[in-house]
Structures are given as structure tokens and as C-alpha cells.
């Protein structure tokens, strides 16, 4: 079956460093959507991707869906403290949907 | 401003009882989730509806149930609860079938 790996499962980084968390898919995705969910909070979504070597920014933040549809990343450039939480991956396969087990970021000030 | 709402946010209940939790959402979308959280598992789909009388199983089904008797509202029912079902729980909708979710706040269930 498919099989879709998060990684890393933790990251720790300084203030201003850039930080890129990563999903890869045994089977191709017909799309991934990404979620950030705070300490305490509940997953808001960030973005949606669809197409074979989509790229989108917002702001500090840099989503990319491989070309062969089978990995996507989350780039941020230069971390805030506000940028703390855990960045999911999600995507549907035959009517349900899944979710990555998630990369928690801790920024130190 | 629209909204999805969760309660109660914190549940105790003990083993064996039936419990319902409450999710509404005042979107108007068509669909609408529900989710477990655990640590080590991330969040798993429990069950779905995509519009009035539709309901759906997700990955971990068993043990729990959902009806859909109108748009805004999707409850979750634990018929006999376990302590395995300890969990953090989401609800969500959405307007596309697959399009961005909109999550509740979450329910803190505690079966003791």
C-alpha cells in the first residue's frame, strides 16, 4: 500500500535559521495540502498543491511538489519564534485522508 | 463570522459508557470529518459525511459512529468506550470535497 514519510520528526533551530521539512510518498499524490498546528492548537491550513513541480510562497514560507508527484517540502527562510509548532503533510488516496506523522519546530530566541 | 465549534472540550468518562461529541459548524459546507490525535500517530480520519444522511469510515472506524441529520452538525458517538480511546478529537469541514479543512478547537476525552 502507500506508504508517506515525514521527515524529520523534530527540528530545534535558532532564531534566524532556515528550517525545511519533507514528505515522500511510495505512490504519486494527485495533490498534498501542508497544516500548521500550534502547541495547544488545533491544524490550520497553509496550502494546497496540485501540479507536477508546483512552487508557492507566502511570505518567509516555500511549498514544492515534486515533479513526479511523490515528495513535497515546506522551506522557511530565516525562523521566527512565531514559526514554532508542528507542519503536517497531508493528501487524499481512495477517498480518505491522511495526514504525516509531522515535524515539530522549536525556535530558540 | 463562520465557525466550527466543539464541546465539550474536556470529557472524563469511564469504560463502558456511551459518550457524544458535538461538533457544529456554521460554513455551510458539505462536508464535515473527524479526527483522533495521539501522540506518535499524528491525526487519523475516524469517519466523514459529504452532505445530509452520508457518512463515510475512515481509517480507524471501528468503535465509533456518526450521524448526519442536517448540515451543521456531525456528532460522534462512542458506543461502549475504552481507554484506548483517549484522545484528542477534531472535527472538521470543508467546502470541496478535497479541498482545505477547517478545524475545530478539539475535545480532550479522557476514559478512565
Known amino acids: 500500500g502507500q506508504q508517506v514519510m515525514q521527515i524529520p520528526q523534530y527540528q530545534h533551530v535558532q532564531e534566524g535559521e532556515d528550517f525545511t521539512t519533507y514528505c515522500n510518498s511510495s505512490t504519486t499524490l494527485s495533490n498534498i495540502q501542508w497544516y500548521k498546528q500550534r502547541p495547544g492548537g488545533h491544524p490550520v491550513f497553509l496550502i494546497q498543491?496540485?501540479?507536477?513541480?508546483e512552487v508557492k510562497k507566502q511570505k518567509r514560507l516555500t511549498f514544492q511538489f515534486g515533479e513526479a508527484k511523490k515528495n513535497s517540502s515546506l522551506h522557511i527562510t530565516a525562523t521566527q519564534t512565531t514559526d514554532v509548532g508542528t507542519y503536517f503533510c497531508?493528501?487524499?488516496?481512495?477517498?480518505?485522508?491522511?495526514f504525516g506523522s509531522g515535524t515539530k519546530l522549536n525556535v530558540k530566541p | 463570522d463562520a465557525e466550527i465549534t466543539q464541546s465539550p472540550r474536556h470529557k472524563i468518562t469511564e469504560t463502558g459508557r456511551q459518550v457524544t461529541l458535538a461538533c457544529h459548524q456554521t460554513w455551510n459546507h458539505n462536508n464535515m470529518f473527524w479526527y483522533r490525535q495521539d501522540l506518535g500517530h499524528g491525526l487519523r480520519l475516524i469517519h466523514y459525511?459529504?452532505?445530509?444522511?452520508?457518512?463515510n469510515k475512515g481509517e480507524v472506524s471501528d468503535g465509533y459512529s456518526v450521524s448526519r441529520s442536517n448540515t451543521e452538525d456531525l456528532p460522534l458517538t462512542l458506543e461502549s468506550a475504552a481507554s484506548s480511546q483517549t484522545s484528542v478529537y477534531f472535527c472538521a469541514s470543508s467546502d470541496g470535497r478535497v479541498g482545505e479543512q477547517y478545524f475545530g478547537p478539539g475535545t480532550r476525552l479522557t476514559v478512565t
Open positions: 497531508a493528501w487524499w488516496n481512495f477517498n480518505k485522508f491522511y
Open positions: 498543491l496540485v501540479k507536477s513541480g
Open positions: 459525511s459529504y452532505g445530509v444522511q452520508d457518512t
